[in-house]
């Protein structure tokens, strides 16, 4: 992961504990504010490199729901805070329209005489580490010049999911093919044999000097410039299968007219390439720049990466019945919290957090979309919590935080569950008949835990374990003997409407103390979700998906049909169904839970 030198800004905000009353209606965008915030700061590579970054953002703060555009200057010498380069201009405009950018300054700004061109790919991936660690899922490479070459490259050669479009602005010649046409076939080869000779012998030899300042050593000459070198921007462009935005000016020497049209036919593994060409303007695009940035938001917009509405994250604190001090993130709009609608408690699986997977992505965008959601910790979070933690514990720490949201003025409250979270809940209800909650939302139920464990074990294993769990609990010593023994994942049969794509089944062990193991897999636990859910008086909605080797879809059908009439389930299937953390899934899912409760509740 990149070592990031500067935090430009926290991922959670603390803000006032009640951001105060709405009306009914959806959140609607506060307009960004005309002067955009900046911070200027660093970023260090994997190979220790330490890179100059502005990021650019609106005055009313950086909304992680939103794409972040990741700016690549022109050639060398280039700054991101000089006047009229396209990194500045335009991270500015986009910022008034709510997007964050972060514009990186290349190792080839400075050193480019000395390195590889492909050493530059390293850098961009440290910027994209560093936009992800900030929070942002959605990224956009928009390069100008150079730039454009090395965006291009970097998906080429990294195929990088994270990012979602490319933009080009005056887009770059292919080099080697540019500067051999300049210097004619005579020069062009009697300096790559040159160069080669010097190579060849050794040492940094002697500069060759390109003009205008560029200077290069033999070696560095032949990757940037060479007969076999990797900087041909129509090559490159082959291997983008992200959509793109082409953009040049009319009067652009580098970019020759019919350029754009001929790099989008060699892209032909990109669905969507927008061109614009703009009338009057040179390189650096600055006669354009209105228009420009409003293309570039209006192309963003296309593609579903404008900003949503902001939302407030706020750390709020609780304590159980037994005194148990608890944690929670309280994900609500900017606008404030509308009490009409139903609020949403969000419990986390199994040696998971609050801060990792499905509760920060679901609680934030349900905040997007106008709802109140808490993703709160219990006794049993994390790794440790798992080990000591018991089944019969959880139904206070749930309590505290219904009690805490109640305390709110929230009186219409969903169970959100993801895996053993989703059991959490199953049981908090079937133990309290708590009728502050009015429906529940699983996502990748847990199994029957007694059965699961004693199907992947053996049941001479599975016997075993019990034994020894139990004789542990006689002795006084059922927080302390850890159980320790091989747990197989099992293989279970599929239901032909619901076919899963799994890889081979892999194994584990179990590491609970014995007190938690009997609690939550012993013969006699009460962690048997599809009796629990059978007694629960609520509407259900499970989720699964076809990748997600602990739920495979027989089950998911065989637990709604257990929650009776008040069940439905959603499985996302095929080849590139969901797995268990619904990677991928994040929009879907949640637009699917929001559709659900509207019609539910």
Known sequence: ???????????????????????????????????????????????????????????????????????????????????????????????RLGYTSLSLEPRYTQSYAFSRFDDAINDVRAAVDLLQVRGFSNIVLAGHGLGSLLAARYMAETADGRVKAVASFAPSTDLAEAWRAAMGEEKYWATVESASKAVSTGGRGEFIDLG????????????????????????????????????????DAAVPKGRLERLKAVAFLSKQIDLKYYPGAGHDLTAARDPLIADVGAWLGKLNLTPPPRTVMTIVDATAKDGTPLAAVLYAPAVGAD???????????????IMRGAPHWLGQRLAQHGYT???FQTRASGFRGVVKGKLEDIPQDIAAWVNFMSARG??????????????????????????????????????????????????DRYARAVLEAGEAVRDGMGSSRLINTPFPQATY????????????????????????????????????????????????????????????GAYLIQFTQA???????IFYGGAAGATNSFDGYETRLTDDIISWLRKTL
């Open 339 to 353: 009490r009409t609608r139903p609020a949403i408690l969000i419990a986390h699986g199994w040696t998971s957090d």
């Open 373 to 375: 959601a808490l993703a």
């Open 410 to 459: 929230h009186t219409n409250l969903v169970a959100a569950g993801h895996s053993t979270g989703a059991l959490w809940f199953s049981y908090y209800l079937n133990e309290t008949k708590d009728a502050r909650l009015k429906a529940a939302v699983y996502l990748a139920p847990m199994r029957d835990m007694p059965a699961h464990a004693r199907t992947a074990m053996g049941e």
């Open 563 to 569: 929650a009776g009439p008040k069940g439905a389930y």
């Open 212 to 251: 205008d300042g560029l200077i290069f050593t033999p070696a560095s000459f032949l990757d940037w410039y060479g007969p076999t070198a990797k900087t041909s921007l129509t090559a490159n462009m082959a291997g983008v299968d992200k959509p793109m935005f082409l953009a040049a000016g009319d009067r």
């Open 1 to 95: 992961m990149t070592r990031a030198a500067l935090t430009l800004f926290a991922l959670l905000a603390i803000a006032p504990l009640d951001p105060g009353p709405a009306a009914a209606q959806a959140p609607v965008r506060a307009p960004a504010e005309s002067a955009p915030a900046f911070e200027v700061g660093t970023v260090t590579t994997n190979d220790g490199v330490t890179l100059p970054i502005v990021m650019t953002y609106p005055a009313s703060g950086v909304n992680t729901g939103g794409a972040a555009i990741l700016h690549l200057p022109d050639g060398p010498g280039i700054s991101a805070v000089q006047p009229n380069v396209t990194s500045r201009y335009v991270a500015g405009g986009l910022a």
């Open 493 to 552: 049969e599929d239901d032909p409407r619901q076919p899963m794509v799994l890889s081979v089944p892999g194994s584990g062990f179990t590491y609970y103390y014995a007190d938690a193991f009997l609690s939550y897999w012993g013969p006699n636990s009460k962690a048997v979700h599809t009796r629990l859910v059978a007694n629960s008086p609520i509407p259900i909605l499970a989720v699964g998906g076809s990748r997600d080797p602990l739920m495979q």
